[in-house]
């Protein structure tokens, strides 16, 4: 990588932290923020785990959030997990881990969104990991009841 590449992606990375950082700090993710947000990770390719923490850490820390924010959170999740590593589509031992603590931090029907479709995509996971999704879905997180009731 040269070193103009390298300033491109620090600038990049610095932008689309800039957005996750204004959204965490009303306590709300608006469509526009979303629209920023896809911007601005999206920009160079692809979305590292820095900035998938930063997603995680947003799910986590507003109340508000429009709709278009789970479409978002999990297209950036399995992005990152399922097609920017190598091999792509394989989930490993230590992404399949990550995904799952990340997941456990929100408790939150986007975390498990993320995971349900990271098992759709991917075309190999641990079977550990498959398990473990499933008592994920089994659990009484914040709105996981009324999901399968009105299912």
Do not use: Y
């Not at 700090?25 to 820095?50: K, P, Q, W, Y």
């Amino acid at each position: 990588m040269t070193f103009e590449e390298s300033r491109k992606l620090a600038q990049a990375l610095d932008r689309g932290r800039a957005a996750i950082m204004e959204a965490a700090g009303r306590g709300e993710i608006t469509a526009d923020d979303v629209s920023r947000l896809r911007r601005e990770i999206f920009a160079n390719g692809l979305i590292t785990r820095d900035e998938a923490d930063a997603l995680f850490w947003l799910e986590t820390s507003t109340t508000a959030q429009s709709p278009c924010w789970t479409a978002f959170l999990v297209e950036a999740i399995t992005d990152h997990v399922v097609w920017q590593s190598r091999p792509t589509g394989v989930v490993n031992e230590a992404q399949g881990e990550w995904l799952l603590q990340r997941a456990d931090a929100c408790e939150s029907l986007n975390g498990l969104a993320a995971l349900v479709n990271v098992l759709a995509e991917a075309h190999r996971v641990p079977m550990w990991f498959l398990a473990a999704v499933r008592a994920r879905a089994a659990r009484d997180w914040p709105g996981v009841r009324e999901l399968r009731e009105a299912a």
